[in-house]
């Protein structure tokens, strides 16, 4: 089995940083693409940053010069620095990866529970 496991939300005052952590363990063969997506009350799920292995990142309009992605492949895991926050980054951040287990399976995608991030003075 194959889990993600998320770190590093809590309340933060607009204009401040946080930094997000995201871990993959398990039966992993390799990982493909991993990303960040968030989900505000009441709003779907949307995709924040993504990075390849080879450190290729996309990232969301709403987001751009403001968070960084990264990733330490040894490690299998991957960062969300944000910066300058605002009360709309309020949501609930959920890692994503694109895993392959075996040889023998297909990559399937994986999410992590979710950590809360809220922007509030």
């Keep these: 089995q194959v889990q993600l496991v998320e770190s590093g939300g809590g309340l933060v005052q607009p204009g401040g940083s946080l930094r997000l952590s995201c871990v993959a363990s398990g039966s992993i063969l390799s990982i493909h693409a991993m990303g960040w997506y968030r ?5 779907e799920r949307e995709l924040v940053a993504v990075i390849t292995p080879g450190g290729v990142t996309n990232y ?27 009360p709309e980054d309020t949501a609930v951040y959920y890692c994503n990866a694109r895993i392959r287990g075996t040889w023998f ?8 529970k979710g950590t809360l991030v809220t922007v509030s003075s």
Aim: net charge positive; charged share 25%; glycine share 8%.
């Design 39 to 43: 989900q505000a009350p009441g709003k």
């Design 60 to 86: 969301a309009d709403s987001v751009k010069g403001r968070f960084t992605i990264s990733r330490d492949n040894a490690k299998n895991t991957i960062y969300l620095q944000m910066n300058s926050l605002k």
């Design 105 to 112: 399976t297909d990559p399937m995608d994986y999410w992590g």
